[in-house]
């Protein structure tokens, strides 16, 4: 009888880990793709039990979905976040006005939980991207020699 684990699967009593960029969260697996693949954000090695395995978090890198593991930034390239935020409350505004149909509105305010770089963006024109920046940089003159 073959021995079931989480991060693997069996087939014909072979047990084989769970491929890079993939998980297994089930005990008795037996389908070589698992439970499913890495979210963006993050990356999966061989043998993950978690779509959230491991954060991407370096800024001169980026996860896709189904990551195996960290993509390195191109040189000319920035790198592009995903935004996560934990929403701690509602907050109701009133008014008095009549004119308005809608007279209350809500609001979520929310609470920054983490950001994850998932791609990477071409820097345009007239910007700087050095590989290790969320955004492009304006090209600035401050190592411009201007004689007087």
Known sequence: MPTYSIGAYCINGVKTLCPAGRYGSAVQNID???TGICLGGYWCPEGS????QEKCGKVNSFCPEGSGKPNVVSSGYYTIAATFYNMTSL???SSNDTSKLNSTSI???RELLLELQVDQ????PGYYC??????PFPFLYQFTY???
């Not at 963006?121 to 345009?124: I, M």
């Open 107 to 109: 609001d979520l305010e």
């Open 121 to 124: 963006n071409l820097c345009e």
């Open 91 to 93: 907050v109701y505004h």
């Open 49 to 52: 039990i978690k779509s959230t």
């Open 130 to 135: 050095t590989g290790f920046s969320y955004s």
């Open 32 to 34: 070589p793709l698992c």
């Open 146 to 148: 201007f004689p007087t």
